[in-house]
């Protein structure tokens, strides 16, 4: 019993770890386009900002997980939750922009240590019958923090812009804490790495897997992954402009927006799939992704904008489990490959999208979400040509017959 309860202790303190890792992100998304107002630039500053964490993450997240094999999953994890406590602060004493643009690149260097590392120790603490569980928990916890930031981010910004940064860098504090007193390294030295295998992105088995049989899977979770945050990048700053909201209009609306994700990806995604299929599931979602942008455009109040928002979200956080599924299912050359390829393809629509997004908001505030609407179309159009083909061959896998 005291060994269970041990255990349970370091799961709980994950936990808390991941659901504050995405509080500070999420308390961050309806602040930043009011703190870059305040700063006097628009939204092309904004799109780089955006994109400069995901682009760290991209680039630095493979770092940290060869590191933790090396050096242990404690010290790793300390690292990054100090990275982040130490960079929401930096961003909340921000004046210039810069400074603002330097913490947020401080913050995807760093901050991407937790999420591998927090993986890996659950890889080394549970049995194969338990793993399940234990992610399982991690992206909950994940989950709530997406939930519970914009709120919070919103309610903290009334005092000031500066406080949802601060009481974000308190709760990495007590992560902190938690991490350094309470939580026991995971990998015992016989077990570490005697080498450091410092590998970047993949670039070019991503080029590789374009031309590939799964390619155009990696298409589409590139597209919607990039007419996302088309969304996510200016919606601030698109409230701000057309409906004069402040950030606790826009953070009530994200929270909104994080429930209905939540239960999207929880509770439908999988009876839909079970009954349509993934590949009907993926092209309903498209479309249906597509008028959501454009409905956007013609909300005129807070409650059109919250259901307009909402259906948008509802049919675009359908397509990511659908997508990942539908990939799993038709991998050749190992699950933990394709999902990795997955992940890199949907980590690059976040860095172009906010770009895009930003650059087009400077010339019309309408252009980010009608060009959202456009992509959306184009994943839909090739899901018409080429994703019934996958469909038989999923059907001729579970059947036991190899397509040919």
Known sequence: MKHFNKDQRNIAIL?????????????????????????????????????????????????????????????????????????????????????????????????????????????DSTSERDRGGGMGLIGAAMGIGMVLGPGLGGWAAESSLSMPFFLAAGLSGLALALILFFLPESLSADKRSQDVHLAGPKLGAMWQALVGPLGILFVLSFLVSFAMTNFEAVFGLYALHRFAYGPRH????????????????????????????????????????????????????FITVLLTVGFFVLANAMIRPSLSALI?????????????????????????????????????????????????????????????????????????????
């Open 328 to 404: 799993s299912k038709l991998a050749r050359e190992g699950q933990g490959l394709a999902m990795g390829l997955t992940n890199s393809f949907m980590s690059l629509g976040r860095v172009v999208g906010p770009i895009w997004a930003g650059l087009l908001f400077d010339a019309n505030l309408h252009y980010p979400y009608l060009s959202g609407a456009v992509v959306m179309l184009v994943g839909f159009g090739l899901s018409l040509l080429y994703l019934s083909r996958k469909k038989h061959e999923v059907m001729e896998r579970s059947s036991g017959v190899e397509p040919p």
């Open 250 to 301: 826009v953070g009530g609306i994200l929270t909104v927006v994080g429930l209905i994700s939540a239960i999207a990806q929880g509770a439908l995604t999988g009876p839909t799939t079970r009954k349509w299929g993934e590949v009907s599931v993926i092209k309903i979602s498209l479309a249906a992704s597509a008028i959501g942008f454009v409905l956007m455009l013609m909300a005129t109040n």
């Open 15 to 123: 936990f808390f770890t991941m659901a504050v890792m995405m509080i500070g992100f999420g308390v961050i998304i309806p602040i930043i386009p009011f703190y870059v107002e305040a700063l006097g630039v628009g939204g092309k500053e904004l799109g780089m900002l955006m994109a400069i964490f995901s682009i760290m993450q991209f680039v630095f997240a493979p770092f940290w997980g060869s590191l933790s094999d090396k050096f242990g999953r404690k010290p790793i994890l300390l690292i990054g939750v100090f990275g982040n406590a130490v960079s929401l602060m930096l961003m909340g004493l921000s004046n210039t922009y810069w400074m603002l643009f330097g913490s947020r690149a401080l913050a995807g260097v760093l901050s991407s240590a937790t999420l591998p590392t927090a993986m890996a120790y659950i890889a």
